[in-house]
């Protein structure tokens, strides 16, 4: 995790090569492609679920072995 001095270069060099104009929008963008990012691995985590508890359902019918 970058320390308190590596992200003031990080927003230095932002400034001076987009501008203070530009920032705004930029990580406008950028929040709104982590978001997108997030909830398309929630949805595809949520498929997964319900077709191994789909796969597990199915299985459980069959005579236990005895032990």
Do not use: C, Q
Not at 2 to 22: C, D, Q, S, T
Not at 38 to 58: H, M, W
Request: aromatic fraction near 6%.
């Amino acid at each position: 995790m970058p320390g308190f001095v590596e992200l003031l270069y990080i927003i230095v060099i932002l400034v001076i090569v987009f501008g203070f104009k530009r920032l705004p929008a930029l990580g406008e963008a950028l929040g709104r492609a982590v978001h997108n990012m997030r909830a398309g691995a929630r949805s595809r985590s949520d498929i997964e679920v319900k077709a191994l508890d789909e796969n597990t359902s199915g299985s459980d019918s069959g005579p236990k072995p005895k032990s």
